[in-house]
């Protein structure tokens, strides 16, 4: 292909990450993404960030704890890039200001989008984990929006006291859980793809297993695109007219 061709392409392509889990104590990471957005993300049409960019969100008031990926985030869609969001179990708690500030759009979970005319459903992929009861119950509350007002109302230090307590608890229930229960479950996923009526892709993150999965349904075929996790892993899905593939992080 010659360099007007590479470009055109590179110009089409949509990324796709997730589970980056960004924290003070990982600096190489968040080292990794701000070059990522200044790079690789700069040619792209858009960049999805499909959940858990950070590894925990207090509110948007602690927002310049993280103003190096704020100001990362705004200068990529200042270069022309759509930048969207959606929320993770980690960081449910991204609200209008950080949208703002980070010039990104939120997305609900989950939203189908097209891309170069394929049908893609994207989410962050923890509520297909129904296995996983307790993680359920959890969920439901935390995302009641009398939960979360009632949560931010609290001091920024007690709100980080209860989210350390929570993430330890997890950890904790974590390690006696089956690694089958924490992947997701195929009926609900199904439930979900009949739901939106067969969209012919799906792309999500949150159990940390990126694999390409195809499947049948109905009779429809469907591809799912499951994200890698940042931290021990990381690579972004790359989706152009040519279809989807992984890309290890730091390459084009
Ligand atoms: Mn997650």
């Avoid at 509110?59 to 103003?67: A, Y």
């Avoid at 969207?84 to 703002?100: E, Q």
């Avoid at 979360?148 to 920024?156: D, E, H, K, Y």
């Avoid at 479950?185 to 694999?211: K, S």
């Amino acid at each position: 292909m010659n360099q007007i061709g590479d470009q055109y392409a590179a110009n089409q392509a949509d990324l796709f990450i997730s589970d980056l889990h960004l924290c003070a104590s990982r600096p190489h990471i968040t080292k990794a993404f701000l070059t990522f957005l200044n790079s690789t993300a700069k040619e792209a049409r858009a960049l999805y960030l499909l959940g858990d960019v950070f590894e925990y969100w207090a509110g948007d008031d602690d927002l310049v704890s993280h103003q190096d990926v704020v100001d990362g985030l705004r200068d990529l869609a200042d270069s022309d890039v759509a930048v969207y969001l959606m929320h993770g179990n980690r960081d449910f708690l991204i609200g209008d200001a950080f949208c703002t500030a980070a010039k990104l759009k939120l997305l609900p979970d989950p939203c189908v989008i097209d891309l170069h005319g394929v049908r893609t459903l994207i989410s962050h992929g923890d509520a297909l984990c129904s296995d996983d009861l307790d993680y359920q119950a959890f969920r439901l509350k935390v995302r009641d929006k009398n939960w979360q007002t009632a949560f931010l109302q609290r001091s920024l230090t007690e709100r980080k006291e209860q989210i350390a307590a929570m993430r330890a608890r997890s950890e904790l229930e974590k390690s006696h859980k089956a690694s089958g229960i924490m992947d997701i479950n195929p009926q609900t996923l199904n439930q979900l793809l009949r739901d939106h009526d067969y969209p012919e892709r799906v792309i999500h993150g949150h159990t940390h297993r990126p694999m390409q999965h195809d499947l049948s349904l109905d009779g429809h075929a469907i591809t799912r695109w499951v994200l890698a996790d940042w931290y021990e892993q990381g690579s972004y899905l790359t989706s152009d007219a040519g279809g989807c593939h992984y890309q290890p992080i730091g390459q084009t």
